[in-house]
């Protein structure tokens, strides 16, 4: 069973950027599409940006030209660069395996990293 540890979430101001990492324990990383995703504060978790196995992205619109997904198999590693923060990119960003290229999430949650951008 894959195990997944999220980490780099933090307070930013709004313009700033943070970079989110996810490492992935077990032997499935090579294969799978991966995502990010995001939970505002009393809002429904909802898709970030996807990866595939063989690199390909696909975003949401509203984080499209700020956002950067990438993976890195050797390290296990999926990140998140995320750039030009805005205070409606607030929320718990969780990683995930997933369905390509709807990015359905498929595994087990962990417990996240919280995103905060002040105005």
């Known amino acids: 069973q894959v195990q997944l540890v999220e980490s780099g979430g933090g307070l930013v101001q709004a313009g700033g950027s943070l970079r989110l990492s996810c490492v992935a324990s077990?032997?499935?990383?090579?294969?799978?599409?991966m995502g990010w995703y995001r939970q505002p504060p009393g809002k429904q978790r909802e898709l970030v940006a996807i990866?595939?196995?063989?690199?390909?992205?696909k975003y949401a619109q509203a984080v499209k030209g700020r956002f950067t997904i990438s993976r890195d198999n050797a390290k296990n590693t999926v990140y998140l660069q995320m750039n030009n923060l805005r205070p409606e990119d607030t929320g718990l960003y969780h990683c995930?395996?997933?369905?390509?290229?709807?990015?359905?999430?498929?595994?087990?949650w962990g417990q996240g990293t919280q995103v905060t951008v002040s105005s």
């Open positions: 995930n395996k997933c369905n390509w290229p709807t990015g359905t999430p498929g595994g087990s």
């Open positions: 077990g032997s499935t990383f090579n294969g799978p599409a």
């Open positions: 990866i595939g196995g063989g690199g390909t992205t």
